[in-house]
C-alpha cells in the first residue's frame, strides 16, 4: 500500500538553483527517510527525521517535517549536475524501532539538474 | 567494504523457467528485504526476513518465494516466472536496533518473454 506521496513527480532546474521537493503521507509515522536514486541504481539513504523532529540538515540537504500536516519537505540548495537523480521519501509505521515491514516508499520524484 | 550484493544484474529468461536472484549482505543485518521498482508504481514490497528462518509476506509476494537459511543470504525464487514479473529487482537490509533505515543492492534487471 502506497503511504508517501511525493510532489512533484518532474523538476528541472538550473544548476545552483535550489530544488525542493515535498512529500506527504497518510497515518502516523515513527519517522521519515529520503533516499536518493541514480538511475537504474540502488537508493541510496540520505537524511532521516523522526516524528518528534521539525528540521534536519546534511550538508546541503535540509529536510522538514510537519506531522500535523503529514507532511515533509526535501530542499538541496546550491544544485549540481550530479543531484541529478530521483528522489524517494520513505516512511517507517514501525513503533519497534526495527523492521524492513514498517518502510513504504512513495512514487519518487525526478529531478533534473541543467548545466 | 559493507554492502548488499546482488546477482545476477541483468537476466533474460523466458516464461516457466525457474530461477533465482541471489542477495548477500556482509553488515551482519538482521532484517533482509525484497522490493521490485515498476514506471508509475514505485517500489513495493515482496517479501522480508526479521532473522534466520523468518520471513514474512509484503505487498506483493504472489508468484515469488524466499529462504533464509543463513543470516547474510535472501534469495529470492520465481518458480515458474511469467512477463509481468519482469521489473527491476532490489534486495536491502537493515540492523534489528533503532532507525529503520535500508542499504540496498545495486539492483537486478529481469526480462521474463
Known amino acids: 500500500s502506497q503511504q508517501g506521496e511525493e510532489d512533484p513527480q518532474a523538476l528541472s532546474i538550473q544548476e545552483g538553483e535550489n530544488a525542493t521537493m515535498n512529500c506527504s503521507y497518510k497515518?502516523?509515522?515513527?519517522?521519515l527517510q529520503w533516499y536518493r536514486q541514480n538511475s537504474g541504481r540502488g537508493l541510496v539513504h540520505l537524511i532521516l527525521?523522526?516524528?518528534?523532529?521539525r528540521e534536519k540538515h546534511s550538508g546541503r540537504l535540509r529536510v522538514t517535517l510537519d506531522t500535523s500536516k503529514k507532511s515533509s519537505s526535501l530542499l538541496i540548495t546550491a544544485s549540481r549536475a550530479a543531484d541529478t537523480a530521483s528522489y524517494f521519501c520513505?516512511?517507517?509505521?514501525?513503533?519497534?524501532?526495527?523492521?524492513?515491514?514498517?518502510?513504504?516508499f512513495g512514487k519518487g520524484t525526478h529531478l533534473i539538474i541543467q548545466p | 567494504e559493507a554492502q548488499v550484493t546482488q546477482n545476477p544484474r541483468y537476466l533474460i529468461t523466458v516464461t516457466g523457467k525457474k530461477l533465482t536472484v541471489t542477495c548477500s549482505q556482509n553488515?551482519?543485518?538482521?532484517?533482509m528485504s525484497w522490493y521490485r521498482q515498476d514506471p508509475g508504481l514505485g517500489l513495493r514490497q515482496i517479501y522480508y526476513?526479521?532473522?534466520?528462518?523468518?520471513?514474512d509476506k509484503g505487498d506483493v509476494p504472489e508468484g515469488y518465494k524466499v529462504s533464509r537459511k543463513e543470516k547474510r543470504n535472501f534469495p529470492l525464487i520465481l518458480e515458474s516466472p511469467s512477463p509481468n514479473q519482469t521489473s527491476l529487482y532490489f534486495c536491502?537490509?537493515?540492523?534489528?536496533?533503532?532507525?529503520?533505515?535500508?542499504?540496498f543492492g545495486a539492483g537486478s534487471r529481469l526480462t521474463v518473454l
Open positions: 520513505a516512511t517507517d509505521l514501525s513503533y519497534s524501532g526495527g523492521g524492513a515491514d514498517g518502510l513504504t
Open positions: 497515518t502516523s509515522i515513527n519517522n
Open positions: 527525521i523522526r516524528s518528534n523532529e
Open positions: 553488515m551482519n543485518h538482521e532484517y
Open positions: 526476513s526479521m532473522n534466520v528462518e523468518v520471513t
Open positions: 536491502a537490509s537493515n540492523r534489528h536496533s533503532g532507525a529503520n533505515v535500508l542499504t
